[in-house]
């Protein structure tokens, strides 16, 4: 079990094959982005909003279990379709597109 403060980008690639073909191709489209793109720091806001780790700390279950599984689990339980995963990511990347510099993109993060 390994947690963290926030949602973990090393762990994009794990959220693949948890859903359907669609899902799959994006995550993998994201997953090939460079450490410092803002597609993946999009990613990263979408994963802690729909997993809620802001309101995770040592004494949550969510921590106990790790980020691993509680990321799996978050994509697992979404009721929507992977069209709606990804329109809430969308949310997210166009929430960083106007609220950051135009230039942070080419910052590694």
Known sequence: MHTELLFPPRLIPLLAILRGKEWQLFVEQIDKK?????????????MVRL?????????????????EQCAKQA????????????????ASLNELITTLPADIEKVDS
């Open 34 to 46: 460079s450490v410092g793109d803002l597609e993946r720091k999009a990613f990263v806001l979408f």
């Open 51 to 67: 997993a809620g780790c802001m309101s995770c700390h040592s004494d949550t279950w969510r921590a106990h279990q790790g980020c």
């Open 75 to 90: 994509i697992r339980k979404f009721r929507g379709t992977d069209g709606d995963l990804i329109a809430l990511y969308q």
